[in-house]
């Protein structure tokens, strides 16, 4: 079975530009999450999506946006880029609160 | 506000070692914690998911233990492998919102 995918792999862009990062959960999960990993730090909640509806915030400035599609999948959305939004962006999938399985993560590079 | 603590943040040892890696959190009211394994510059492997209710979680070489009123969990490696080489990272969720808090981490090397 496939697992978490994410596209893009790696990104590169300029401050103020937006990105759309995306992300496909594992087949019969519903609940997508997304967190950010700067580097040497754990990874820090961004959103979670369950059944089409938010769920969760974290501590993230308006920004950053999500949503979640009928199939489950997952985009992740940065306005106005800035130097410090460079990081591994990473999705994970779950059916609810159980195991949550993460991708290969997004490496956003700001420059 | 929970924090997840992780010490050491690097640990270093010789192949065939057991090893110990510690998480402790400030608040006991937690869901659940998984530790993951994550390589460098890659995603997050799930290695053990412990419930509130429970004590204790193996697989395999690893064991992972819970102790909520002390706000403490360990990650116990048997029989260490070069292959072990990676960061563990703890993370806890606090109740029935999904969302996980994560540690900063122990960096393991094991030296062949």
């Known amino acids: 079975d496939a697992g978490v995918t994410q596209s893009p792999t790696h990104l590169i862009k300029t401050r103020g530009q937006q990105v759309t990062l995306r992300c496909s959960p594992i087949?019969?999960?519903?609940?997508v999450s997304w967190y950010q990993q700067v580097l040497g730090q754990g990874p820090q909640f961004i959103f979670q999506?369950?059944?089409?509806?938010?769920?969760g915030r974290g501590n993230f400035p308006d920004r950053f946006s999500a949503r979640q599609f009928p199939n489950y999948s997952s985009e992740l959305n940065v306005n106005a880029l800035l130097l410090g939004d460079s990081a591994l962006y990473l999705c994970?999938?779950?059916?609810?609160?159980?195991?949550?399985?993460f991708g290969p993560g997004t490496r956003l590079t700001v420059l | 506000k929970q924090e997840v603590t992780q010490i050491p943040a690097a640990l270093s040892v010789p192949e065939g070692e057991n090893l110990v890696l510690n998480c402790s959190f400030t608040?006991?009211?937690?869901?659940?914690l998984q530790w993951f394994r994550q390589d460098p510059g890659k995603g997050l492997t799930s290695l053990l998911l412990?419930?509130?209710?429970?004590r204790e979680q193996t697989s395999g070489r690893l064991n992972a233990s819970l102790d909520k009123s002390s706000g403490r969990s360990t990650l116990y490696i048997a029989a260490s492998q070069p292959g072990d080489s990676a960061t563990y990272l703890c993370?806890?969720?606090?109740?029935?919102?999904?969302?996980?808090?994560f540690g900063k981490g122990t960096k393991l090397s094991v030296k062949p």
């Open positions: 994970a999938s779950s059916l609810w609160t159980d195991t949550q399985y």
């Open positions: 087949s019969g999960h519903k609940s």
């Open positions: 999506y369950y059944e089409k509806e938010e769920r």
């Open positions: 608040d006991s009211a937690i869901y659940n």
């Open positions: 412990i419930q509130s209710s429970q």
């Open positions: 993370a806890l969720r606090g109740g029935s919102q999904g969302n996980l808090i």
